[in-house]
Each structure stands twice: as structure tokens, then as C-alpha cells.
């Protein structure tokens, strides 16, 4: 039996994947999904999706696209309005329900 080289690959790199998916009960009523995958996690909020980059914090994990900011820390989860860079206005607070 022959075994391609990029078969081999394609599933170590499946079997290497991380990502977590986590539900979040926020304090507007809403929900939010995220899926965490390494440097990277996809939000699902309001009927949106946003692919944001795990970017520098202090404490916690921030993840950013162009026009939110998501900030977790333990099981709490704040959604902020991106304010060139920064974070901004605060749009959401968030618990972990897993």
C-alpha cells in the first residue's frame, strides 16, 4: 500500500488541532460562541461571525478583528468596540456556560 507524503500530513496536522469551542451567556440576553484554535478565534455574537488574532495582553487572552475586541479571562468574556487599536466602548460582558 502507498502512502502519500501529503495524505501523511493532512492528518497530523488534523490530529495537532487544539481548537475549542466555548458558549458564553451575556449580560444583554445574547450568546456568544467562540471557537478558539491556537493564535486565532472565530466569535459568533448577534448573528455575525468575526475571525479575529490573539494579540498581546497582560492578562487573559485578547483576540481582535477590525472592529471588536475579545477579552477572556478564567470563565469571563468582555466584547469591546475596536477603537483604532485600542479597546473602546464596552459592548458586552460575557459568562462561560461550556
Not at 21 to 46: F, R
Not at 66 to 73: G, S
Amino acid at each position: 500500500m502507498k502512502v502519500s507524503i501529503a495524505w501523511v500530513l493532512f492528518v497530523l496536522l488534523v490530529a495537532c488541532s487544539h481548537a475549542e469551542t466555548w458558549h458564553y451567556d451575556c449580560d444583554s440576553g445574547g450568546k456568544a460562541q467562540v471557537t478558539y484554535d491556537g493564535e486565532q478565534a472565530v466569535l459568533q455574537y448577534q448573528g455575525a461571525t468575526h475571525h479575529m488574532q490573539r494579540v498581546i495582553s497582560a492578562s487573559g487572552a485578547r483576540y481582535r478583528d477590525e472592529a471588536l475586541e475579545w477579552w477572556t479571562k478564567g470563565s469571563e468574556a468582555t466584547l469591546f468596540a475596536d477603537d483604532q487599536g485600542q479597546a473602546g466602548e464596552v459592548r458586552d460582558q460575557c459568562h462561560a456556560v461550556r
